[in-house]
């Protein structure tokens, strides 16, 4: 069975930093393009990052420009999320994704081009 875990959520001041991981078993991450989506109460689950699977192409959506990094480790077969100075809306649960799809460009951050996902992980940033 092809699982994904999310772990490294909590509860952080903003300002502060996490690191995210998403571990794969059942598969080799090597054939597959990871996303990472949060979704906040009330909201629709949004793209924040991807990793594509040809080239390691990072993509992130605006709001996390230069405070989040998406990486990869094959070797482990996992995916990280670092996210450093981290701000209250940035709370939410924290979701990764896999897809065999490459190509999508700025369609990795669509979850329906998604097919499987983890439990997710809890992130809060408050004072």
């Known amino acids: 069975q092809l699982h994904l875990v999310e772990s490294g959520g909590g509860l952080v001041q903003p300002g502060g930093s996490l690191r995210l991981s998403c571990a794969a078993s059942g598969f080799t991450l090597d054939y597959y393009a990871i996303g990472w989506f949060r979704q906040a109460p009330g909201e629709e689950r949004e793209g924040v990052s991807s990793i594509s699977v040809s080239d390691g192409t990072t993509y992130y959506t605006d709001s996390v420009k230069g405070r989040f990094t998406i990486s990869r480790d094959n070797a482990k077969n996992t995916v990280y999320l670092q996210m450093n100075s981290l701000k209250p809306e940035d709370t939410a649960v924290y979701y990764c994704?896999?897809?065999?799809?490459?190509?999508?460009?700025?369609?990795?951050?669509?979850?329906?081009?998604?097919?499987?996902w983890g439990q997710g992980t809890q992130v809060t940033v408050s004072s």
């Open positions: 994704a896999v897809t065999p799809k490459i190509g999508l460009g700025l369609g990795y951050f669509d979850p329906y081009e998604y097919d499987y």
